[in-house]
T-cell receptor
Framework: DGGITQSPKYLFRKEGQNVTLSCEQN?????MYWYRQDPGQGLRLIYYSQIVNDFQKGDIAEGYSVSREKKESFPLTVTSAQKNPTAFYLC??????????????FGPGTRLTVL | SQQGEEDPQALSIQEGENATMNCSYKTSINNLQWYRQNSGRGLVHLILIRSNEREKHSGRLRVTLDTSKKSSSLLITASRAADTASYFCAHNRDMRFGAGTRLTVKP
């Protein structure tokens, strides 16, 4: 059963704590992406990675960090420097890199609430 | 940024009616994709249209592309209550998304 998994579905953290969101794919895709979505809003790109051990900042990278040590995994850490971290976080992957015709596949999302 | 911008922001129709939503973008593209998001879920790919195509169909979906106007439209025919969702466009160059169109289909 191939796809993208994100865990957990709901996550609660106290203000000032770092938290890591998991994203795993078994689709053998090269590219992976993290988006943030606020209520009633669109998706904003946080970070993306087109190949293992390489990643680039998106539009709202401040307060976030990522790693891409394995092809199938792209964890996102929300640091205490992120001023308003409560949001819905979506991970996606795609077989090809920028400009390809490949479809993005999305995980089910993690809803992070900072108390 | 280079994301597509969808309009209208919200659309409410009756079941059986057609729904049309539009997407405008700022840079040249090689292809454009439409996605759907049910509330609280991830996005699901609907259809891709290449820059050398003007129209594409998939079931009840019809997508058009006008590269001279840098715009695309998504038409859902004979809408159903189950079509209620948000719809987004993105072009493959950078996979950024706009705010989407929130479609409500009333039974």
């Amino acid at each position: 059963d191939g796809g993208i998994t994100q865990s957990p579905k709901y996550l609660f953290r106290k203000e000032g704590q770092n938290v890591t969101l998991s994203c795993e794919q078994n689709l053998n895709h090269d590219a992976m992406y993290w988006y943030r979505q606020d209520p009633g809003q669109g998706l904003r790109l946080i970070y993306y990675s087109q190949i293992v051990n390489d990643f680039q900042k998106g539009d709202i990278a401040e307060g976030y960090s990522v790693s891409r040590e394995k092809k199938e995994s792209f964890p996102l850490t929300v640091t205490s420097a992120q001023k308003n971290p409560t949001a819905f976080y979506l991970c996606a992957s795609r077989r090809g890199q920028t400009g390809s015709t490949d479809t993005q596949y999305f995980g089910p999302g993690t809803r992070l609430t900072v108390l | 940024s280079q994301q597509g911008e969808e309009d209208p922001q919200a659309l409410s129709i009756q079941e059986g009616e057609n729904a049309t939503m539009n997407c405008s973008y700022k840079t040249s593209i090689n292809n454009l994709q439409w996605y759907r998001q049910n509330s609280g879920r991830g996005l699901v790919h609907l259809i891709l249209i290449r820059s050398n195509e003007r129209e594409k169909h998939s079931g009840r979906l019809r997508v058009t592309l006008d590269t001279s106007k840098k715009s695309s439209s998504l038409l859902i025919t004979a809408s159903r209550a189950a079509d209620t969702a948000s719809y987004f466009c993105a072009h493959n160059r950078d996979m950024r998304f706009g705010a989407g169109t929130r479609l409500t289909v009333k039974p």
